[in-house]
């Protein structure tokens, strides 16, 4: 029997549009590059964003297929590949920004450096919730700030995506960490370790003193952005670090310098939409992986399941602000 030259992809055809199921050309592994058949596809915010044309610093132009994040088996690997073999399970965060094929499909050719062989004790439902938050999260507290055991660490948004894999990255590396959101999150983020602030009823100021008695936290990690930038230069302490993976808005300098903290900023899709430094994505990756593999990350999921036919209704949930931990497309 002939191998089959199409798939099935859901395609995007313009801003706001609904998805629509289709099938497309099958692609093939090129030169440094793996062909994935995908099991799973993770559902980011970003990916509503691109969705609805207000994601322009994605450079995903519609039509397209989205998803950035996927977990699956190797199927074929291009000429150059050595690190990969067929029936290898995979996941990373591999498209969908940048006009490269995105993970709502039964298929993509992937950059091998993307990837890594996904943890062996989660599910690849479980992986592919991972990569776009856990490398988010990796390169703020372990390449730009370099978190040290012992620091304290305040993570802003400590429940959310970033946040909940920052909180265990943080709390893996021996910190003291603590972690900003809603009562409703409190008992699971005392769950992983973390000190539970709610953001309704403490102020930067009442915290800050509760718990550093005054000095400020060493590494303020904002998952938020907006004013959560703010609150992170109003909270880090004398030499400290922010790290912010939205600090896109217009902010006042002087709390962070005259405290002569530094600041960095986050921005995971480089690698992807310019080619540079995507080998350290998948070194990342794998380290992610060894922390799961030892029970010291799991990701948080909604309990609600998905598939290619009603991906719109975990696009819904995320722009509804309704989804209880990261939502997950699965692929047949």
């Not at 990837?115 to 919730?129: G, Q």
């Amino acid at each position: 029997m002939a191998e089959k030259t199409s798939m099935t992809a859901l395609i995007v055809d313009a801003p706001a549009a609904a998805f629509r199921m289709t099938e497309i050309e099958k692609p093939q592994a090129g030169p440094d590059e793996v062909l994935v058949r995908i099991r799973a596809s993770g559902v980011n915010p970003l990916d509503t964003k691109i969705r609805a044309g207000n994601a322009a610093h994605a450079r995903h132009p519609l039509p397209a297929v989205l998803g950035i994040d996927l977990a699956g088996t190797v199927e074929a690997v291009g000429d150059g590949v050595t690190g990969f073999r067929r029936g290898d399970e995979v996941y990373g965060m591999t498209g969908g920004v940048g006009g490269i094929q995105g993970s709502l499909a039964e298929f993509a050719a992937v950059d091998a450096r993307l990837i890594s062989r996904k943890p062996h004790n989660l599910s690849m439902r479980e992986a592919a919730a991972l990569p776009l938050i856990a490398i988010t999260a990796w390169e703020g507290l372990i390449d730009r700030a370099a978190v040290r055991a012992g620091q304290r660490v305040l993570v802003l948004g400590g429940g959310g995506g970033v946040g909940h894999v920052a909180v265990q990255i943080a709390k893996a590396i021996g910190a003291d960490v603590y972690a900003v959101d809603s009562a409703s999150k409190a008992d699971y983020l005392r769950g992983l370790g973390a000190t539970a602030i709610d953001r309704d009823t403490q102020s930067v100021e009442d915290y800050v003193a509760a718990h550093t008695g005054g000095r400020g936290f060493d590494v303020v990690y904002d998952t938020v952005g907006g004013a959560g930038l703010d609150t992170a230069f109003k909270a880090v302490g004398k030499f400290g670090h922010v790290v912010s993976a939205l600090g896109w808005g217009t902010h006042a300098l002087a709390p962070l310098s005259f405290k002569a903290a530094s600041y960095s900023g986050v921005f995971t899709l480089l690698p992807l939409l310019s080619g540079e430094g995507r080998d350290h994505h998948g070194e990342i990756l794998r380290e992610v992986a060894r922390l799961a593999e030892t029970g010291k990350l799991v990701p948080r999921l909604d309990a609600r399941r998905f598939t290619l036919a009603d991906a719109a209704e975990a696009h819904a949930l995320i722009e509804n602000r309704q989804a209880q931990g990261k939502l997950v497309v699965e692929i047949d």
